[in-house]
């Protein structure tokens, strides 16, 4: 399976951006879908998650009723809309993949094996 994240930019203190995810290969199996990020000098972050088994979600307590995680099956994108960022979301964001078999949405960086190449989101104050 191959991801391809994009959307990353430059945006104020209060603005937003989408990021979008791409699937592509042999996706069938992945069930559990991420976003992590990684800001300077800190350990990779989980951001929010997606399970195609029960369509639920996931997000850390940081950015939960900020930041919307959702999915377009039909172009193969999971996408993380970002509204009223903060300095502190400056980092490189990731997108995962994994399959679980009970269709349990993981936490942990080292739980996914299928990462995007990462996208820049910069938020200035």
């Known amino acids: 399976v191959q991801l391809q994240a994009s959307g990353g930019g430059l945006a104020q203190a209060g603005g937003s951006l989408r990021l979008s995810c791409a699937i592509s290969g042999r996706s069938f199996g992945m069930n559990i879908m991420a976003w992590f990020r990684q800001a300077p000098g800190k350990e990779r972050e989980f951001v929010s998650a997606?399970?195609?088994?029960?369509?639920?979600?996931a997000y850390a307590d940081s950015v939960r009723g900020r930041f919307t995680i959702s999915r377009e099956d039909g172009r193969k994108l999971v996408n993380l809309q970002m509204n009223s960022l903060k300095p502190e979301d400056t980092a490189v964001y990731y997108c995962?993949?994994?399959?679980?078999?009970?269709?349990?949405?993981?936490?942990?960086?080292?739980?996914?094996?299928?990462w995007g190449q990462g996208t820049l989101v910069t938020v200035s104050s």
């Open positions: 995962a993949a994994k399959f679980d078999p009970s269709g349990t949405i993981g936490r942990l960086a080292r739980d996914y094996n299928n």
């Open positions: 997606f399970s195609w088994r029960d369509y639920g979600t």
